[in-house]
C-alpha cells in the first residue's frame, strides 16, 4: 500500500495532505512540495509518494521514496 502526500491549491494557498491532515499554507506550489517531500523523507517508507493533484484532479507524481 503507497503512503500519499497529497499538494494541491485551496483558494490561494497550496497545501498538503497526509492521512486526512492538513499541512500549510504554503504561499507557492514548489513551497508546498518541497515541505512535503521532507515530510515523505521522514516517513521512512518506501510506498511513499509525493502527488500534485491539480484543479482539475489530475495527479502527478513528483516525488518517490529513493530506492536503495
Known amino acids: 500500500m503507497s503512503n ?3 499538494v494541491s491549491q485551496r483558494a490561494d494557498v497550496w497545501l498538503y495532505s497526509h492521512r486526512g491532515d492538513d499541512a500549510g ?7 508546498a512540495i518541497e515541505a512535503a517531500i521532507q515530510q515523505a523523507t521522514q516517513a521512512g517508507d518506501p510506498a ?8 482539475d484532479m489530475q495527479q ?4 518517490r521514496y529513493p530506492e536503495d
Open 4 to 6: 500519499h502526500f497529497i
Open 48 to 55: 511513499t509518494e509525493v502527488i500534485v493533484q491539480d484543479k
Open 25 to 31: 499554507p504554503f504561499k507557492t506550489r514548489e513551497e
Open 60 to 63: 502527478e507524481t513528483v516525488w
